[in-house]
């Protein structure tokens, strides 16, 4: 191994070192990220809403794809979701200044953002991933998020240089008020991602009035 690689992997393990435990980040989801603010509304046509089949069953932990074996922490760079034509960089995010977790900076509308508080997505727990529906020029890059459906594929590339692929489950949209945030972000013991944006409806006082939710699984690593 280069020294180059070496010290990658030396940053990584500091940065792992440095998250605030899960039981923190679990309090600060459960209050900041099930009220994400991006999005604009400002379009005619709003995003697509998950039907009401695409539902996880919160019995049996979905029952599409094997499963595969939890990664080590690694930073994600890209995450691509074929089904919509999602192939964006990740970049860290963490809590602005109001305690809300924040979203990547809404001029680049193709940017999805890795929430650092959580773990790395290939992990075992739930990672979290966040990005923008809409802003003033268009749709953004979750803007098709609803319109996912059970079996659909989410890839996300790592910094190690491995893919963690994972497959929807479910695929839900919440009000915000009524947010079930331990049944979003709790660890079900498994690799599993959260890929999260604003959805339902929208007023100009409020902003939207839920978020969508897609529940995944880790079922192969490349």
């Known amino acids: 191994m280069s020294a180059s690689e070496l010290a990658d992997l030396a940053e990584e393990e500091e940065q792992r070192k440095r998250r605030a435990p899960w039981g923190v980040i679990a309090l600060v989801l459960l209050t900041g990220l099930a009220l994400i603010r991006n999005g604009s509304g400002e379009f005619d046509v ?16 979905g029952t599409f794809g094997g499963s595969a074996k939890p990664l080590p922490y690694s930073v994600p760079e890209r995450v691509r979701i074929p089904a919509i034509q999602v192939d964006a960089p990740v970049v860290p995010v963490g809590l602005d200044a109001d305690g809300w977790v924040d ?10 953002g890795w929430f650092t508080g959580a773990v790395a997505p290939g992990e075992k727990g739930t990672a979290v991933v966040v990005g923008h529906v809409d802003n003033k020029l268009g749709p953004a890059v979750f803007y098709g998020l609803g319109a996912l459906k059970k079996g659909n594929r989410v890839e996300v590339r790592r910094h190690d240089g491995k893919t963690a692929v994972f497959e929807i489950y479910g ?23 959260r890929v999260i944006t604003c959805g339902g409806g929208f007023s100009k006082q409020n902003g939207y009035a839920g978020n969508v939710v897609s529940f995944a699984r880790l079922v192969e690593v490349r």
């Open 171 to 193: 695929i839900e949209v919440f009000e915000k008020n009524n947010f079930p945030g331990d049944r979003v972000y709790g660890s079900k013991g498994t690799p599993e991602l």
């Open 103 to 112: 979203a990547p900076p809404p001029e680049d509308p193709n940017l999805a």
């Open 46 to 61: 709003g995003p697509p809403q998950p039907a009401t089949a695409a539902a996880a069953d919160s019995r049996v932990p």
